[in-house]
T-cell receptor, first 109, second 114 residues
Framework: GQNIDQPTEMTATEGAIVQINCTYQ??????LFWYQQHAGEAPTFLSY????GLEEKGRFSSFLSRSKGYSYLLLKELQMKDSASYLC??????????FGPGTRLSVLP | NAGVTQTPKFRVLKTGQSMTLLCAQD?????MYWYRQDPGMGLRLIHY???????AKGEVPDGYNVSRLKKQNFLLGLESAAPSQTSVYFC?????????????FGPGTRLTVL
């Protein structure tokens, strides 16, 4: 089976950097995804990693280590609008997405 | 493009009532999904479809049925609603090809079963 762990909540200050970790155990692997979900809204795609290493996209970066079953999402220059839940999801071989429970990030002024 | 739309946005049912949730997408996506989201449990897959006329069970299919008669529509039915089905329901679709696994979500349907 699949198991994904993320911290439940995190708090950071506007302008700071925050790292949200995700660990997973899965039989086969076809990619790891990060989604952002503001309260009361739908998840929206942020990033996709299939190979080890860092993928950078503006203020957001995502890192993957397949051998360790580990990923993190790095958010730089935090803004108030970054307050949201961040969902880690894996796509095992031949199966559908498995989502983690999400990390609720609060950005304080 | 409207993307992925869901109808209704909110609904309150009594135990034992039935209802159908409608999902529509105008992006010509092959794959469509129904998830439920509960506090602390993340998104869980109920049913999915890999093309018109096909459906398959996900992680938590019991108590739900689905149909995909048209490529753009994916319907989720509750035949006899139970309080345990109180949740937020999200529909999603994904394109074919190399970006198949990037899912586009609808705005959600908040369902309460009394």
């Amino acid at each position: 089976g699949q198991n994904i762990d993320q911290p439940t909540e995190m708090t950071a200050t506007e302008g700071a950097i925050v790292q949200i970790n995700c660990t997973y155990q899965t039989s086969g692997f076809n990619g790891l995804f990060w989604y952002q979900q503001h309260a009361g809204e739908a998840p929206t795609f942020l990033s996709y990693n299939v190979l080890d290493g860092l993928e950078e996209k503006g203020r957001f970066s995502s890192f993957l280590s397949r051998s360790k079953g580990y990923s993190y999402l790095l958010l730089k220059e935090l803004q108030m609008k970054d307050s949201a839940s961040y969902l880690c999801a894996v796509n095992p071989h031949g199966q559908n997405f498995v989502f983690g429970p999400g990390t609720r990030l609060s950005v304080l002024p | 493009n409207a993307g992925v739309t869901q109808t209704p946005k909110f609904r309150v049912l009594k135990t034992g009532q039935s209802m159908t949730l409608l999902c529509a997408q105008d992006m010509n996506h092959e794959y469509m999904y129904w998830y439920r989201q509960d506090p602390g449990m993340g998104l869980r897959l109920i049913h999915y479809s890999v093309g018109e006329g096909t459906t398959a069970k996900g992680e938590v299919p019991d108590g739900y049925n689905v149909s995909r008669l048209k490529k753009q529509n994916f319907l989720l039915g509750l035949e006899s609603a139970a309080p345990s089905q109180t949740s937020v329901y999200f529909c999603a679709s994904s394109p074919p090809g190399t970006r198949r696994d990037t899912q586009y979500f609808g705005p959600g349907t908040r369902l309460t079963v009394l």
